[in-house]
């Protein structure tokens, strides 16, 4: 099985913006994530559509958006229009969660759903027929930089077998303290898609060196294939 690495630009340079993208497009990412946060779902603020809309001039590369926002059935439109490629809402208090991911499906765009590190797996059955993408947080959403939770590996696991009821969804993506190290816990559980920003774009040796240091992990790990 391939695994699919997306480069989160929560750690990159916003000065030097295309300059990063297209260092971690040559060493060979997959997709480029997007973190979008309000300032009320998580502490922190980001990310709109216009920061989208800037990458779909850089890149051709899907665009893998994480909407840590309240009430994403109102931003959907905005950021399919700004050329998502994937959008991912939490399942975390939104009585319209299945409603949005259908509106994300009619756009045109991978629909994704995201569990929290505290939310149990169980949350995701409901919707999972509707999915092409489940996300399991490794870490508290807001922040890029913190510690991998190791207690979600069995979480991972655990989608994974729900996985086979559900052919339709594509990917299992882990997002949160993804090293070297953690990457082969979380690919060896099951994950075909693996969320990085510290790791990539703050590398000591640089950004190449960070998105092959994670692609060769990953290799060197018995998957799902
Ligand atoms: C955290 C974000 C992550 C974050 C990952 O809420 O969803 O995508 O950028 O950062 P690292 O890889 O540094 O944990
Ligand atoms: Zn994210």
Not at 42 to 67: A, E
Not at 69 to 94: C, M, Q, R, Y
Not at 144 to 167: C, H, T, W, Y
Not at 182 to 196: E, S, W, Y
Request: charged content about 15%; overall charge negative.
């Amino acid at each position: 099985m391939t695994i699919l690495i997306s480069a989160s630009i929560l750690s990159a340079d916003f000065s030097n913006l295309a300059r990063e993208i297209h260092e971690s497009e040559k060493a060979g990412i997959d997709w480029v994530h997007i973190d979008v946060m309000d300032g009320h779902f998580v502490p922190n603020l980001t990310m709109g559509p216009f920061i989208v809309k800037t990458c779909r001039q850089i890149t051709q590369l899907p665009l893998d958006c994480h909407l840590m926002v309240d009430e994403p059935e109102k931003l959907i439109n905005a950021f399919a229009l700004a050329g998502a490629s994937t959008i991912t809402i939490h399942a975390e208090n939104n009585p319209n969660v299945l409603q949005t991911l259908q509106a994300i499906k009619s756009a045109g765009c991978n629909a994704g759903i995201s569990l929290k590190p505290e939310t149990p797996a169980s949350i995701a059955i409901p919707l999972l027929p509707f999915i092409d993408l489940v996300m399991v947080m490794t870490v508290n959403p807001g922040y890029s930089g913190q510690l991998f939770m190791p207690e979600m590996v069995a979480k991972i696991a655990q989608i994974r077998s729900l996985m086979d009821n559900n052919p339709n969804i594509k990917y299992l993506q882990v997002d949160g303290g993804i090293n070297q190290e953690t990457i082969r816990q979380v690919v060896k559980a099951g994950a075909n898609c693996i969320v990085a920003a510290t790791a990539i774009f703050e590398h000591p040796s640089g950004i190449i060196e960070g998105v092959v240091t994670l692609r060769q992990s990953a290799n060197k790990t018995k998957n799902y294939g």
